[in-house]
């Protein structure tokens, strides 16, 4: 079978999905905030395409569906962020082999996240992980949310340099929006 080599001197990450299996601080956020305002909550089987995307698309489409003003979702991100910074430094895990691949790659390749949450939120995450010490820098989306992920992907290439050559690096992330930065 025949064999390809890339030219890789940096790997960027993705964070929720790839580096942390987030999924039940996320949730847990979620539906308190939901049933908090009076809202159905919600699961994981319902939350799952929402983990990932940006947060003020995603609450905008699950207010809407619990018959919510879309209006308000600034304000609920708002709300979600609050409770997420207090349950996620306890409830965040990783999946198999993320440690010892991030302990493999280092010394190899430039490793950087770059995650659409933003850095005030991931930075701590990756810390309790103990994973921060593995990343050159992490570039997270802006807290209003006026980025998109290829606009946080270009701010994480321009990070690593004017002399690095872009071709050189690849996005490591689960979900379209990743692919299409």
Do not use: H, W
């Amino acid at each position: 079978m025949p064999t390809t080599t890339l030219n890789v001197d940096a790997c960027l990450f993705d964070f929720d999905g790839c580096l942390s299996d987030s999924a039940t601080p996320i949730v847990s956020a979620m539906d308190a905030t939901l049933t908090g305002r009076g809202l159905r909550g919600i699961d994981i089987t319902e939350m799952g395409p929402y983990i990932g995307p940006p947060l003020l698309l995603s609450m905008k489409t699950i207010l809407s569906d619990r018959g919510a003003d879309p209006a308000d979702a600034t304000e609920v991100v708002d709300d979600y962020r609050e409770r997420f910074e207090e349950i996620a430094i306890d409830m965040i895990g990783t999946f198999a082999g993320v440690p010892e691949l991030l302990e493999q790659l280092s010394g190899e390749v430039r490793l950087a996240v770059v995650t659409s949450k933003p850095a005030v939120f991931a930075e701590p995450l990756l810390d309790r992980l103990g994973f921060l010490d593995y990343f050159e820098f992490v570039e997270g989306g802006k807290l209003d949310e006026s980025e998109q992920k290829p606009e946080t992907l270009a701010r994480g290439l321009r990070s690593l340099g004017s002399d690095f050559d872009p071709s050189c690096a690849v996005m490591i992330g689960d979900r379209r929006f990743d692919i299409e930065a």
